[in-house]
């Protein structure tokens, strides 16, 4: 079946650095990526939404200069948290899908702490 | 946005019995639905998908039902395991977006 994949799986930082997260699909071209964060217990909060290249649509109440996202081909997007805080520390899965009407898979998410 | 809920946050079952899990829905033009699976400290993973021309799908040990009239989806486990525990979502499909519900915690009992 399809794969997405993320790197790295797990990433401690300091404060007020970036750190670069990115998501592959390995057997499909996707036409748009999702990245999201999801906290101890509960569900996934969707951050923004890539289509391949055009800029990401951020959802509301998501800095976009913050949360830096990339999607420079059919099969690669990347999420930058720049000048990271401890809050920031979350876990961050991202997923693709061919468009309209296809399954959507995930990544196996990325865990980042901020220290 | 669209709004995904999930009845009951939390169902505990005894090894072998089936679950039930329910999932409800706002969007009338929603035409596709997933349920996902998530293990602690994992990505979803994709169990079972339904369009909205079907109201029954069954794959391996799965089940989803799928109520148009009540805006209402089920996914149902036969025989549970102890692998089955994890967080189970489901996902409608509008447009280009999918929306998520708040999850259930599916603990089995052995």
């Known amino acids: 079946g399809a794969v997405v994949s993320q790197h790295p799986s797990r990433v401690i930082c300091k404060s007020g650095t970036s750190v670069k997260i990115e998501c592959r699909s390995l057997?499909?071209?996707?036409?748009?990526m999702f990245w999201y964060r999801q906290f101890p217990k509960q569900s996934l909060m969707l951050m923004a939404t890539?289509?391949?290249?055009?800029?990401?649509?951020?959802e509301q109440g998501v800095e976009k200069d913050k949360f830096l996202i990339n999607h420079a081909s059919l099969t690669l997007s990347t999420l930058t948290v720049t000048s990271a805080h401890p809050e920031d520390s979350s876990f961050y899965i991202c997923?693709?899908?061919?468009?309209?009407?296809?399954?959507?898979?995930f990544g196996e998410g990325s865990w980042l702490t901020v220290v | 946005g669209e709004s995904v809920g999930l009845h009951l946050p939390t169902l505990s079952v005894q090894e072998g019995d089936n679950s039930i899990i329910n999932c409800a829905y706002s969007?009338?033009?929603?035409?596709?639905f997933i349920w996902y699976k998530q293990e602690s400290g994992k990505g979803p993973q994709f169990i079972i998908d339904?369009?909205?021309?079907?109201d029954k799908r069954q794959g391996q040990r799965v089940t989803v039902l799928l109520n148009k009239t009540v805006k209402h989806l089920s996914l149902q486990i036969a025989a549970t395991q102890p692998g089955d525990s994890a967080v189970y979502f489901c996902?409608?499909?509008?447009?280009?977006?999918?929306?998520f519900g708040t999850g259930t915690s599916l603990t089995v009992i052995p």
């Open positions: 997923s693709a899908t061919q468009g309209n009407g296809n399954t959507i898979y």
């Open positions: 057997d499909f071209q996707a036409t748009t």
């Open positions: 890539s289509n391949e290249g055009s800029k990401a649509t951020y």
């Open positions: 969007n009338s033009a929603s035409d596709y």
């Open positions: 339904i369009r909205s021309n079907m």
């Open positions: 996902a409608e499909n509008t447009g280009n977006q999918f929306y």
